[in-house]
């Protein structure tokens, strides 16, 4: 009897097991790990051929205030500036922060800096590249240097 | 007869809510528009001085005077942000909000808290860096009587822009006269 019922019960313990199991975990979400990696930061990155650190992150700082950004961290010594933009009425308001931007700047061998920007919006990653681009054609223009692709 | 009345007062308080608010975007909000190039006028002035750092200094404290609180600063990127809690009371939204509660008992609540923040960037600029460009951007968080987020607005108006930088110049020309 027990028996039976346990046959009964047993494919549905596991359907729920399979989906609570296919769910996004905490730990998935803290590691995000949807798209390569390797993709993402080629996506994400651009090198320019200065090594202008103090410039760089300046011209940063003034593309994000053009694009109507409000700063929230920067730190010369690591390289790291984080700006957030959010507009909109009762209606539209998703989240205070709408969208979130970490950039960082670092060396890239001699000759060059490396920019990464990532981008946060609606509390997703934001993993298209168009974005980004949009992004880098801005901060080209505050640097006055073309922006390379790297791989 | 009753209804056009309530179309009317809703429409009304519908208007009143949503004037100039547009939600952030991906595909608009990465891109410098010749609008966004056009505040950069407003909110920037250039001082003759090669002294970027007194220029900062000065800017905190009127910022302070000002009753902000500084939030954050990195003085070798030439950076301030800083940002003050004010009442939002409104009258005008307070008689559209009676309105609505009255006639069409529907409760909007209206707006009471604000935060006001202040972006401020300087930059070396002119011929050797013999001046000094100041930034200013304005913004505010509204929340209603619920405690409620209701809009998140940049602030636009030039008078306050041109007020900002007579008190910088004033207190740049006081401290540089030393009274």
Known sequence: ?151 | MRLPLRFGCAALAALLLMTGCYAVTLDRDLNLTPEMLAQRQVQTRRFDTADEQRILKTCAALLQDTGFNIDESETRLGILTASKERDATDPVQWAVFLTAAIFLGVPIPPDKDQVMKAFVTTRPVGAEGRQVAVRVVFERAVYDTDGRLTKIEPLTEPRMYQTFFEKLSKALFLEAHDF
């Open chain 1, 1 to 151: 009897m027990t028996s039976d019922r346990l046959k009964q019960t047993l494919p549905l313990v596991f359907s729920l097991l399979f989906l609570v199991a296919s769910c996004a975990t905490t730990h998935d979400r803290l590691l995000d790990m949807e798209t390569s990696q390797v993709q993402l930061r080629s996506i994400q990155s651009r090198a320019f051929d200065t090594t202008d650190k103090e410039k760089t992150m300046r011209a940063i700082i003034a593309t994000l205030q053009d694009l109507g950004f409000m700063l929230d961290r920067a730190d010369y010594t690591l390289g790291v500036v984080t700006a957030s933009k959010a507009r909109g009425d009762s209606y539209q308001m998703q989240a205070p922060a709408a969208l979130r931007i970490t950039v960082t700047v670092r060396p890239r061998g001699e000759k060059q800096l490396l920019v990464r920007a990532s981008a946060e919006y609606l509390r997703s990653p934001v993993t298209e590249a168009k974005p980004y681009q949009n992004f880098f054609n801005s901060l080209e223009k505050a640097m006055f240097l073309e922006a390379h692709q790297v791989d």
